[in-house]
Each structure stands twice: as C-alpha cells, then as structure tokens.
C-alpha cells in the first residue's frame, strides 16, 4: 500500500530535550516536505526536499532540523524544543519533476506537545 | 509572499444543498490546483484537481478554475453530514528544475452540513 508513516504519533516531552519525528514514503518520491499546522493558521511548511541531499527552508523554519540521506526518509529533528513549537505536525511527498506536479500524500500526522 | 485566501468560514448548508467554496491566489505562475478535505484532527487527503480554465466534475463534486481571475472553487451538490470538514485550496506551480519550491496551503474553509 502507498503511504507516508510518520512516528511517533503522539509525543509530550519537555522544554530543551532533542527530539526526532521520523518520515518515510514508499512511493519513490522526489519531493517531500515537512508542515506545522496550528488553530487559524493554517498549514505552514517548514522545510522540503527535492531529493537526497537537497533541501530547503520553508515558511517557518527556525528550531528545526531536517536531513535527507535517503529518498525515502526525511526526518524532522527538533535539537531544543520550546512550547511554541507545540503543534500538530505531518510530513507529506509528491512525484515532482522539473516541468510538472503532483498532488502531496500526507502521513497521518504527530502531535507534538512541548511542555 | 505567496497568498492564498479562503473564507474560514464555518460555511453552513442543510444536508441536500450546494456548498461553494472559493479561494483565490497571488501567484500568476500557479499551473495546478489541488482541493484537499481535512476532518478535524485527520490529515488533508486529495479530493480534486483541475489544470486547465472551466469546470471539472468528479461525482458530488465540481471545481471551477479562472486563471485570469486567478480564482478557483469547489461545489459540492446534495452536500451530506460527512461532507463537514475543513476544505483546503492548493494552487501549484511547475517545479522549474531549479530554486526554491515552496508549496503554499490557503487556511481553509470549514463547511458544516446541517442534517
């Protein structure tokens, strides 16, 4: 079955201790991306790759970390989470190549509460 | 800045009427548009998606794109209770092969559907 799986799906945790959200799609997609969603404002993308070894910040990328050593995994660390990066986070991909896209398959989501 | 604008509602409906949501956008490159329904706390799964100006019909549902308006809309007829949800607008550029490709989400509407 195609899908994005992301871990954990619920995490509480405190202020200052690093944390990984883990990503991986079985779709062999370029593109993957990270979003934060928060009450009234939406989904807002905090970073993306177009492939291994590429990535690039997106709208709100301060305190996060992303890598992409593989194509299928694109994790999300956080080195020292503060609560307001308490949000409800997914991790989604796409089939994107140069001259064309496709719709973002999302992951069921992690919600993240910092304390 | 990107900018996507959609009401956020909530736009209520009686069970068996026609729901439209709308939404706008900034960017003149935008090629595709993408409409995702997203349950309240469930991540956004695709519903629609239209590339070229005019109407596109799938089941309940018709998108309407006007690229000079730079507009696009989601009816759907004999709206149902599990219609309710947030509806989200995603207009999409052509990757170029190169640079940055940020995707950019609209907040959403939420559409309640009154049995």
């Known amino acids: 079955e195609a899908q994005v799986t992301q871990n954990p799906r619920y995490l509480i945790t405190v202020t200052g201790k690093k944390l990984t959200v883990t990503c991986s799609q079985n779709m062999n997609h370029e593109y993957m991306s990270w979003y934060r969603q928060d009450p009234g404002l939406g989904l807002r993308q905090i970073y993306y790759s177009m492939n291994v070894e590429v990535t690039d910040k997106g709208d709100v990328p301060e305190g996060y970390k992303v890598s992409r050593k593989e194509k299928r995994n694109f994790p999300l660390i956080l080195e020292s989470p503060s609560p307001n990066q308490t949000s409800l986070y997914f991790c989604?991909?796409?089939?994107?190549?140069?001259?064309?896209?496709?719709?973002?398959?999302f992951g069921d989501g992690t919600r993240l509460s910092i304390l | 800045q990107k900018e996507v604008e959609q009401n956020s509602g909530p736009l209520s409906v009686p069970e068996g009427a026609i729901a439209s949501l709308n939404c706008t956008y900034s960017d003149r490159g935008s090629q595709s548009f993408f409409w995702y329904r997203q349950y309240s706390g469930k991540s956004p799964e695709l519903i629609m998606s239209?590339?070229?100006?005019g109407d596109k019909e799938d089941g309940r549902f018709t998108a309407q794109l006007n690229k000079a308006s730079q507009y696009v809309s989601l009816l759907i007829r004999d709206s149902q209770p599990s219609d309710s949800a947030t509806y989200l607008c995603?207009?999409?550029?052509?990757?170029?092969?190169?640079?940055?490709?940020?995707?950019?989400f609209g907040k959403g509407t939420k559409l309640s559907v009154i049995p």
């Open positions: 239209i590339y070229s100006n």
């Open positions: 995603a207009p999409t550029g052509l990757y170029s092969g190169a640079g940055s490709y940020q995707l950019t």
């Open positions: 989604a991909s796409s089939l994107t190549r140069t001259g064309s896209n496709q719709p973002q398959h």
